[in-house]
């Protein structure tokens, strides 16, 4: 009964409550057992509860203790010691009640009087909210926790103090760039590379100390500043200035240095061949104008004043890539150039570069060549008619075969990982996703006839994938199927994914959904590959059907190579 009256009381003793209220409550703390009926009904009445629900409200914040104890604990250790808090605390107290007459006598000791604490350690969420309610010094309690190891151990602000520092970072980001740059600008003025440029403007490096998370509460903004300016001079070696001349806004600067370097490269190419120079290594890449501004932007050329024609040539001159010997200029007189010689060479490049874009739309069967950058592989389809269907494999009894593979070990820990990411599977380097995309039609195309000889279940309904639509009416087929042929109608159809390549073979990439389609399908031998090799060479190509890398008859036939959806293999 008391308990309920306790209980009951830290729920209505606030002024709000009328003095009627309160006084029941006090005589059922007295244990008047005759009112307890007509207490619980009244509160429940007040508070719009039902009785149950009153008597569950007790009974959780008695049944809390526990949670209070823990809670209380360390605070009692740091306001007491560690003997005082032992014998307040065990033999644990039966209820609040109790615990409340134990802390009275030490009130005065207490961060917050004993009912004030108790209440608090009911609320708090965990110690650190306990600690803010009571509002004990965060790095002394810290101390205390850490002596208490392993029950209890400090609170780390880190998270909170690492927010707080990349917001007051973000917040002053402009002001600090610049603080930055007029540091920096002799160095850019004088084109020597700045080391460390692209880390430094990403102001990554200023970070809250380790000390922070157990010594620091709240990161305010005067230890934010203070930190900041450290960092500044850490990095620096020296006081990071707060004036200078007026600098342009970043964003806006390295956008025109961008579109500079953009306009002047293919210029700059013309003029070191018009001069009959050797390219330097970044002229003769064949995405110059990245790796230029790739090199310009690591030296920090990009980020402080806007850049001319020639100062993009006086900045490949002091990064070693411009022609020795040859002056730092843009300007055709400065090499004794006539416009008309530098005409010359922009049109052999242009027709070069023409040339080069035309040979990435085109495939050649037998002695035609076909534009495909369309898509429309019409054209291309009659000919595989015409031209591959005579050296279609003839029907035999050795239906369905697979392919003699080879076991191939894997690769050992200490060499060569492989194929590096990205890589093209064989036979396909260097091609356009146009050319792919027709060299996978036709190898599908091939390996529809071959099925057909092969499995006579197989008719237009088995091609499933997105090239049957330059065949057949009907469906569009479905490319995220893993699979590019279905044949069969039981409940147990054949599923064949194609890979074609121009090369020999001995290596294939799976995409995703033909991985899910292999480990689905791998307790059998349903899912099969069909590799389509020399696919445009009549007088090479073949077909050869593998197993499932991932099923028991595939096991030990292939090894990962780079990644789990590049596999080798051999014949």
Known sequence: MARIG??????????????????AARELERGHASLEEPTERQLAAVLDLSVHQVRETAHRLDGSLTGVLERCHPFLVHALGADKARELTDPAPADAREFLARLTP??????????????????????DGLRALAKVDFADLNRTLAGLAPQYRPISHAEAHNEAVRRHVDFGRGVLIDRLRWARREEFDARRLIADWPATRSLKWIT???????????????????????????????????KGERLAAMDRLRSHNHAIVAKTTPDLVAL????????????????????????????????????SADDVVGWLAALGQWPAGMAAS?????????????????????????????????????ERDF???????????????RALQPDLPPSGSARRRWAALRPIPPRRATGSSGGRPGMRVDGERGLSSAQRSAIGFVGEWYAYQWLREQDRATDETSWVSGNRAHIFPGPAGD????????????????????????????QIELGETEVRAAQKYSGSDRWRILVVTSVLNAEHRQVRMLPNPFSERGRGLYRE??????????L
């Not at 608090?120 to 969420?125: G, K, S, V």
């Not at 203070?226 to 006081?239: D, G, N, Y």
């Open 6 to 23: 306790y209980a009951v009381s830290q729920v209505l003793d606030r002024p709000e409550y009328t003095v009627p209220l309160k006084l």
């Open 106 to 127: 030490y009130a005065d000791a207490l961060p917050l009087p004993a009912a004030q604490l108790i209440e608090a350690a009911r609320n708090a969420r965990d110690i």
């Open 208 to 242: 809250a100390p380790e000390e922070w998370a157990f010594t620091v509460d709240t990161a305010d903004d005067g230890l934010l500043r203070a930190l900041v300016e450290q960092a500044l001079t850490a990095r620096l070696s020296a006081r990071a200035p707060t």
């Open 272 to 307: 070191v061949k018009a001069a009959k120079r050797p390219l330097p290594a970044a002229l003769a890449k064949a995405a110059a104008v990245e790796e230029i501004t790739a090199l310009l932007d690591e030296a920090g050329a990009l980020d402080f004043r806007e850049l």
């Open 330 to 366: 843009s300007e055709p007189q400065a090499h004794g150039l006539t416009p008309a010689e530098l005409d010359r060479v922009r049109n052999a490049t242009e027709q070069a570069r023409a040339e080069r874009a035309k040979r990435k739309r085109i495939i050649s069967i037998g």
């Open 371 to 385: 534009d495909i950058e369309s898509g429309d592989f019409t054209e291309l389809a009659s000919e595989l008619h």
């Open 479 to 506: 490319d995220s199927l893993g699979y590019d042929f279905k044949v069969g109608s039981g409940r147990s159809p054949r599923l064949y994914e194609v890979k074609a390549t121009q090369g020999p073979g001995g």
């Open 561 to 570: 190579e780079g990644g789990a959806l590049r596999f080798a293999y051999r």
